[in-house]
């Protein structure tokens, strides 16, 4: 837990991977915090919301987070609790804009502190923001993997390259689903805080906030409308593919059968079998199956079915 004064007074409480105790320390420190929302810090995850209590709002948000390790998006929980003079935010798993600015609060670096203005609004607003702000490197990273996918699929056809373009098909939708309620919520805080919080200068900021979610959604709508359309394009040439290799082998069926008629004709064992007996009987069946062999080819050939 980091614990950081600003010039205002305002006091900002940053929690880690919160447990049942941390909770519990938490209260102690605001005992108005209810425990209806104390709970909600804790495991499974909620859903991006906005709650007015008597003495704060009670805020959640879904940020995602890209493991370089495993290449994929995951979805973090980000609570906040905002009050007149405090503001609270616990963290489901590490968030390095969070924390970094933490402690450089907490060892003394001016500009820093200089970010966290002098109210809870403010406070709030440039730790939403700096969250915000770090969704648009994910962005570029999604389109790059993009590009990287459609130049691969003309190159691989194989089962590696169909595991990437799933794999950025399942990033591009756990940021949908994390950035999906950003809107609203930072809508409702805006018409909700005036009771309790002073928005004086603040709420266009708020409203920059909210351009940045509609900013991040368009690009989301493009990176989904355009794997798509790499994903059909890397179906179609796989069927294309296949397609090709089942008529290959139609054909080879083909060539293959009338030489095994052929051969099964002249194996009969009749008395009256024409050739059967002449000095060069083998060589004159040889010859005949190759012929019948190369004239199939040369009419699927012809008919441009090789």
């Not at 390095?96 to 402690?103: D, M, R």
């Not at 050739?275 to 062999?293: A, K, N, P, S």
């Amino acid at each position: 837990m980091q614990v950081v004064e600003n010039k205002g007074g305002i006091t900002w409480v940053n929690v880690f991977r919160p447990t049942t105790s941390a909770m519990q320390s938490l209260q102690k420190r605001f005992p108005f915090l209810l425990d209806i929302d104390l709970q909600d810090c804790l495991p499974p995850f909620q859903r991006p919301k906005l709650l007015e209590r008597k003495d704060y709002l009670f805020m959640v948000l879904i940020f995602p987070v890209y493991d370089s390790r495993t290449r994929t998006i995951m979805p973090v929980e980000v609570d906040f609790f905002v009050g007149p003079d405090f503001v609270v935010t616990s963290q489901a798993e590490k968030m390095p804009q969070l924390t970094k600015l933490a402690e450089e609060c907490l060892n003394g670096d001016k500009t820093a502190l200089n970010h966290l203005g002098r109210t809870s609004p403010e406070l709030l607003f440039h730790l939403t923001h700096e969250l915000m702000i770090s969704v648009f490197p994910l962005l570029t990273q999604l389109s790059n993997d993009i590009l990287l996918a459609e130049r691969e699929i003309f190159n691989e056809y194989g089962h590696e390259t169909a595991r990437k373009i799933l794999r950025i098909k399942s990033n591009i939708v756990q940021c949908r689903q994390s950035m999906q309620g950003h809107k609203t919520v930072l809508r409702k805080f805006i018409d909700r805080s005036g009771k309790l919080l002073d928005l004086r200068g603040m709420d266009l900021r708020f409203d920059d906030l909210i351009g940045h979610t509609k900013e991040i959604w368009d690009y989301l709508e493009n990176d989904k409308d355009t794997i798509e359309a790499v994903y059909d394009s890397h179906t179609s040439l796989i069927t294309h593919n296949a397609s090709q290799a089942s008529q290959r082998l139609a054909a080879l069926a083909l060539i293959i059968f009338p030489t095994t008629l052929v051969a099964a004709i002249f194996s009969m064992d009749v008395d009256s079998m024409p050739i059967r007996g002449h000095q060069y009987d083998f060589w004159i069946m040889l010859g005949f199956v190759l012929t019948t062999m190369a004239g199939t080819f040369t009419f699927l050939k012809w008919k441009r079915w090789l």
